[in-house]
């Protein structure tokens, strides 16, 4: 589960990164291989057979399409990054919270401030959601200090 990776940091914990994604961290953009090794872990076709494995937005052709009404806690969400049309980052959504910024989904991912950790995500400038045929992944049990918070 994805969950059990919180806390890896792509320079204190390079080597088991690197392990577990098959990519040097420090070097490589790690947040589309961090979804494809909790896939393959999980059972679940990754996308590593994609032309360009690596992007996170090449999840954009993983899976089944997922409305923003209908998602589900374990779906992966793909978000543009930068200016460039290829850059992105993708995770899995965990849940939706309020902030004073307005609605935000807490998603689960690899390369999040050089960590697997949760991050708050404006759900607006997702550019996909996607499932899986087995339907969502399962990345766990919400931890209790994230429910408390929110």
């Given at each position: 589960?994805?969950e059990?990776?919180?806390?890896?940091?792509?320079?204190?914990?390079?080597?088991?990164?690197k392990?577990?994604?098959?990519?040097?961290?420090?070097?490589?953009?790690?947040?589309?291989?961090?979804?494809?090794?909790?896939?393959?872990?999980?059972?679940?076709?990754?996308?590593?057979?994609?032309?360009?494995?690596?992007?996170?937005?090449?999840?954009?052709?993983?899976?089944?399409?997922?409305?923003?009404?209908?998602?589900?806690?374990?779906?992966?969400?793909?978000?543009?990054?930068?200016n460039?049309?290829?850059?992105?980052?993708?995770?899995?959504?965990?849940?939706?919270?309020?902030?004073?910024?307005?609605?935000?989904?807490?998603?689960l991912?690899?390369?999040?401030?050089?960590?697997?950790?949760?991050?708050?995500?404006?759900?607006?400038?997702?550019?996909?959601?996607?499932?899986?045929?087995?339907?969502?992944?399962?990345?766990?049990?919400?931890?209790?200090?994230?429910?408390?918070?929110?």
């Amino acid at each position: 589960m994805a969950e059990e990776y919180i806390g890896l940091n792509e320079y204190q914990n390079r080597q088991q990164i690197k392990r577990l994604t098959g990519v040097d961290p420090v070097r490589t953009e790690w947040c589309a291989a961090f979804v494809n090794a909790v896939l393959e872990i999980e059972g679940i076709p990754s996308n590593n057979n994609h032309e360009y494995p690596l992007l996170a937005r090449s999840f954009l052709d993983w899976g089944s399409t997922v409305e923003y009404s209908d998602i589900q806690r374990g779906d992966i969400v793909v978000f543009p990054r930068g200016n460039q049309g290829w850059k992105g980052h993708v995770g899995f959504y965990v849940t939706t919270v309020d902030t004073p910024k307005g609605q935000r989904w807490v998603i689960l991912g690899g390369n999040q401030a050089n960590s697997v950790r949760y991050d708050l995500y404006d759900p607006s400038r997702a550019i996909g959601i996607r499932r899986g045929d087995k339907g969502p992944t399962n990345i766990g049990s919400m931890p209790n200090w994230l429910m408390a918070k929110y």
